[in-house]
């Protein structure tokens, strides 16, 4: 179940109902763990398709008058930081997800001092909905 957020049943909301003696500062910090998450994944389309525009946005060799138009890459800029923040916010491409359980794993591990935090899943134990395949 995907929520407005992106995040599959990870979100702070539902971590909070799920575990009631859970504290508003540990509330917090998940909120926060979430939050970042999106930022980086919003970021880091951005600048995919940033360079993705600059890279097959033109026909190479052409002249299409860049000198004519000063405020194009600011324009392109502001387009593309859009663009990657409402893909983000409409679920993304997973990134965030995977980010904020390994997060959220890493914290609940240092907090109960259960030892090191969790060893890192391969790209290839996710399946296409990004969940961590447990067969």
Same mark, same amino acid.
């Given at each position: 179940? @995907? /929520? ?13 109902? @799920?575990?009631?003696?859970?504290? *508003?500062?540990? *509330? ?20 995919? +398709?940033?360079? =993705? ?25 502001? =387009?593309?930081?859009? +663009? ?5 916010? %409409?679920?993304?491409?997973?990134? =965030? ?9 890493? @914290?609940?591990? %240092? ?7 969790? =060893? ?8 296409? /909905? ?6």
């Amino acid at each position: 179940m @995907t /929520g407005v957020d992106g995040m599959r049943a990870a979100s702070a909301p539902d971590r909070i109902a @799920t575990n009631g003696t859970q504290s *508003a500062k540990q *509330a917090s910090q998940n909120a926060k763990i979430d939050k970042s998450a999106k930022e980086f994944e919003s970021l880091l389309l951005s600048n995919w +398709l940033q360079s =993705a525009y600059q890279s097959f946005g033109s026909i190479p060799g052409s002249e299409d008058g860049d000198d004519l138009d000063s405020g194009k890459e600011q324009f392109q800029g502001i =387009a593309m930081q859009s +663009l990657g923040s409402a893909m983000s916010a %409409a679920g993304g491409i997973g990134i =965030a997800r995977m980010i904020a359980d390994f997060l959220h794993k890493s @914290t609940t591990q %240092a907090e109960s001092g259960t030892g090191s935090p969790p =060893a890192s899943v391969p790209l290839s134990e996710y399946d296409s /909905g990004g969940e961590i395949n447990n067969d």
